[in-house]
Structure formats: C-alpha cells, structure tokens
C-alpha cells in the first residue's frame, strides 16, 4: 500500500505561483513514478506531468509545458508541482498519483495505481 498526500493548494491571483507537495509513504519511494493530475468542474481528469523513478525524465501536457515543473526529493519521499504565471483556466483540483508497475510511463489515470485526496488551486482573475 501506498499513502499519499497533498499540501500546498490555494487561493491566488492570476499571474502568481504556487508549489503542490505529495508526500508519500507505505512503499519505496524511488520505486515507482509519480504523476500530477488535475480535474476542474464539469471536466474529466487530465494529465498535468509526470517524472521517473530516478527522477531524470519529466513529462508535461502541452498546456503546461514550459509554466509548471515537476520534481522529487526520493531522500524525502516527495514530489513537487511548482506552478507559475497562473490563469484561472489552471483552476482545478490537483491530484498526485503513483504508478508501481515497473515503468516510468505515467499519461493517464488508468496508469496509475494510488491516487492523493487532491488539493484545490484556485486562480482569481
């Protein structure tokens, strides 16, 4: 079993930053993949980015691509979602998620295996 564990959502203004923290427990955290989701009103669960194992190889949706950056600190068990220049089209509920099947390919929710309690961001205009 693995636990995991958002923090770090918000009320901001168009324009500002935020970072989302997942900390996980329950498993070793270098073996699996971690992935960010995102599901805003009204629509169906989306792929934000995702990183390896080791953490060498990030992946991002083309909305993002260039605005949000994924990380991990496997000393601490934790992956990151740094967001900047945020617009209220960004409002949602984020989700990190692990995928524990031996691959560092993590795109949409039928990948992943465990899934955070999510952690609403809300951008004001």
């Known amino acids: 079993q693995v636990q995991l564990v958002e923090s770090g959502g918000g009320l901001v203004q168009a324009g500002g930053s935020l970072r989302l923290s997942c900390a996980a427990s329950?498993?070793?955290?270098?073996?699996?993949?971690m992935g960010w989701f995102r599901q805003a009103p009204g629509k169906e669960r989306e792929f934000v980015a995702a990183?390896?194992?080791?953490?060498?190889?990030?992946y991002y949706a083309d909305s993002v691509k260039g605005q949000f950056t994924i990380s991990r600190d496997n000393a601490k068990n934790t992956v990151y979602l740094q967001m900047n220049s945020l617009e209220p089209e960004d409002t949602a509920v984020y989700y990190c998620a692990a995928s524990l099947r031996n691959s560092d390919y993590v795109r949409t929710p039928d990948d992943c295996d465990y899934w955070g309690q999510g952690a609403r961001v809300t951008v004001s205009s």
């Open positions: 990183i390896s194992r080791g953490g060498s190889r990030t």
């Open positions: 329950g498993r070793t955290f270098s073996s699996y993949a």
